[in-house]
């Protein structure tokens, strides 16, 4: 078994064992199997849930922040199973479904997102921040111009929201903010 006591903790080391009798002694041995999918990204209740599994080596994280609640732990069984422990309620065990579907023992379905980050369109122009959006599956939303007076934004991108850098959906979309000259002051 390449699961050890020390990695997982007692109670998932536990309901690890237990899972593998039930499922037969050489389920250990499947996990070397490809997975259904992969694991690793951010996944959805159908709700404002966004837990993010991590998976190396066939041991798994589940980051719950989004719902403000303790990183789970868990471990590949095999091919299509894996088990989870919820520090906060209990271990469940999970079939996972192509495409990108995970089916939880108490019920539950989580559906894996596809998601892209936003790039950073400060400081383009309308047209090229347009361009690099839409080279990213995103969409320009609306579009805002405000006088900068400090004229250092001179009809190019001065705010977006989102923020570069944030994992959203493809075809998600991105509010700019466009800069222009003051009408009665020159600008250096």
């Known amino acids: 078994?390449?699961?050890?006591?020390?990695?997982?903790?007692?109670?998932?080391?536990?309901?690890?064992?237990?899972?593998?009798?039930?499922?037969?002694?050489?389920?250990?041995?499947?996990?070397?199997?490809?997975?259904?999918?992969?694991?690793?990204?951010?996944f959805t209740d159908g709700g404002s849930a966004r837990p993010v599994i991590s998976d190396v080596n066939d041991i798994l994280t589940v980051d719950m922040s989004s719902q403000h609640r303790p990183t789970a732990t868990g471990v590949v069984i095999n091919s299509d199973t894996i088990l989870v422990t919820f520090p906060d309620d209990a271990a469940y065990t999970a079939k996972l479904q192509a495409p990108n579907t995970i089916r939880w023992s108490n019920g539950s379905t989580w559906q894996k997102l596809?998601?892209?980050?936003?790039?950073?369109?400060?400081?383009?122009?309308?047209?090229?921040?347009?361009?690099?959006l839409n080279s990213?599956?995103?969409?320009?939303?609306?579009?805002?111009?405000?006088?900068?007076?400090?004229?250092?934004?001179?009809?190019?991108?001065?705010?977006?929201?989102?923020?570069?850098?944030?994992l959203t959906p493809p075809g998600s979309l991105v509010d700019l903010t466009i800069g222009v000259l003051p009408q009665k002051t020159q600008c250096p």
């Open 114 to 132: 596809n998601v892209v980050r936003v790039p950073n369109v400060l400081d383009e122009t309308k047209d090229a921040a347009t361009s690099i």
């Open 136 to 166: 990213a599956g995103l969409v320009v939303g609306r579009v805002n111009k405000v006088v900068d007076k400090t004229c250092n934004h001179n009809n190019t991108v001065s705010d977006q929201t989102p923020a570069a850098g944030t």
């Open 1 to 42: 078994m390449r699961v050890h006591n020390k990695i997982l903790g007692g109670a998932l080391a536990a309901a690890l064992a237990t899972a593998l009798t039930m499922a037969g002694a050489g389920a250990a041995d499947a996990a070397a199997t490809p997975l259904v999918f992969d694991l690793n990204g951010t």
